[in-house]
């Protein structure tokens, strides 16, 4: 089926393998949809860098096979519909932030005006005289930014755009990427940071040794909704609780019933129990955070 | 190619080493003119120190300035390892090759735009050159002719060609060694040491025997290119081992080999 219409970028069995010890990249099936944000996510070392690169073509695949915008990756047709930064912006020290811009587009063959709004967009108009090697970590990664989007490209790709910023810095790039993926723009992020991409992003695809362990919506990625229960006795708590939604939708875990069920029914929960006579000491919402899920499919250890 | 060129130039003319390297060039040429001014008025008994106050009017100045190509090729090779090794290390590589342009079109506009950069500076040699010599004639009173138009063509051509020859030593250890610092050191390392005692060790061998292999290298090649100018002014009277078109084509076969070798690692290597 040709699915150039919905996605964006498709990769099939992608595998960089660096000597015969280092499998950097283990035959990856990706997918990106046209309008998403998508995140990348994995820890330090999964992958996911020597996957953005493959994806621009900045280093060749031992095998498999990708389509970025359509094309190849690295064909200039390709090229010219994808803005990115990869790792830290890599700009001319000696030249200014706006100098830079200038020579970025002359080579991309934008028209210089386009520098003035991208230099807006990411709110560094006034400081774009300085020379680039003065800039602070967090402006650097704002004219990456702006760099990335000089072409107004159909898919943006950053790789870990908050790295090395302070929380205020986060943040506003954050919104500075939510304001960016607004519209048809499609923008892939990588990150190692969890909570960036539970606000982001549309989608997730979670890498881990080089292997894509899941792809799917950040909600199918937390799970059902559900409630959890924490009453004495429990036993006969369950009985209740199993009459009233069936036993596939109860587990239990570290001394509390956790039931499948939307969390408007909390008040009936507690009626039917209390009228049984049970004492109920917690009753709240539940939902898996993505930490969770992440270190559940990658394996890792939580807290280490 | 246009964009791409576009792009090189912009960036070159705003860099530091731009102007240093023209500036150190021009202040080369004029110690030159004032020491060999001072030895031509002042001769002492050393043969050595001995130079004719002709070689220093307007007539000679092509013969005279030219001698500086060799400095100038070790300015080329330190401008071409900074030029190549320098995108490395900024990691701006990453940027340009993912804009629009392929690797082979953005590498064209490079050593393009590099040559250009190598025209500059032999140009800007010959003008000191001149401007020295027009200073010496004026304070001596002589009077002031210049060189035929073709032999200063021919002289600029000489000086461009030694330096992009040169300058693709330094461009190729650059992305060969992917950062600059290492790479203008080895390509002077190459050029002051090795190649001098790989010519002397190979002439050496079976009384001379394979003295052609000598003739190949760069330096060699560059040096009697530069002795093929000269006038009885300056009293030289062993002709060079290589003729001035042995010269050419060798210094053209290594710019040209040198930036096709270089074209091939960009683009087939991984920029990590």
Known sequence: MDNSDTTIVETHGLTKRYGSRVLAVDSIDMSVRRGEVYGFLGPNGAGKTTTLRMLVGLIRPNAGTATVAGQAPGSPAGLARIGSLIESPGYYPYLSGRENLRVIADLAGVDSKRVEEVLDMVELASRAGRKFGTYSTGMKQRLGVAGALLKDPELLILDEPTNGLDPQGMAEMRKLIKDIGQGDRTVLLSSHLLGEVEQICDRVGVISNGKLVTQSTVQELLGEEGVLVRAQPIEQAQDVLTRMFGADAISRKDGAIHLKTKPENSVEINRQLVGAGIGVSELRPFERSLEEVFFQLTGEKQGS | ?272
């Not at chain 2, 390892?81 to 804009?99: D, N, R, V």
């Not at chain 2, 060798?250 to 270089?262: K, R, S």
């Open chain 2, 1 to 272: 190619m246009i964009a791409t060129i576009k792009f090189e130039w912009r960036k070159l003319r705003f860099r530091p080493a731009f102007f240093v390297s023209a500036g150190l060039i021009a202040a080369l040429v004029a110690l030159v003119y004032f020491v060999s001014w001072y030895q031509a008025l002042h001769p002492g008994t050393s043969e050595r120190g001995l130079v004719n106050i002709l070689t220093l009017y307007p007539a000679q100045f092509v013969n005279q300035v030219i001698g500086a190509g060799a400095i100038g090729g070790a300015i080329a090779i330190v401008l071409g390892a900074i030029y190549a090794g320098s995108e490395f290390s900024w990691g701006t590589l990453k940027t340009m090759f993912t804009q629009r342009p392929g690797r082979l079109t953005v590498w064209a506009g490079r050593v393009l735009v590099f040559s250009l950069w190598m025209a500059i500076m032999a140009g800007v040699l010959l003008v000191a050159g001149a401007a020295m010599s027009v200073v010496v004639a004026l304070f001596q009173g002589a009077a002031i002719s210049w060189p035929a138009a073709v032999d200063i063509a021919k002289g600029f051509g000489a000086l461009w060609l030694i330096f992009v020859a040169e300058g693709a030593i330094g461009l190729g250890l650059g992305v060969v060694i992917r950062q600059s610092a290492a790479a203008l050191g080895a390509g002077l390392i190459y050029l002051l040491a090795v190649e001098i005692i790989a010519v002397r060790f190979i002439d050496s061998i079976n009384n001379g025997a394979y003295q052609w292999i000598g003739n190949l290298f760069v330096g060699q090649n560059a040096g009697a290119l530069t002795q093929s100018f000269t006038s009885p002014a300056f009293g030289r009277s062993v002709a060079p081992a290589i003729s001035a078109e042995h010269a050419v084509l060798v210094l053209a076969a290594y710019g040209v080999g040198l930036v096709i070798v270089a074209a091939g690692l960009l683009r087939l290597r991984d920029v990590t």
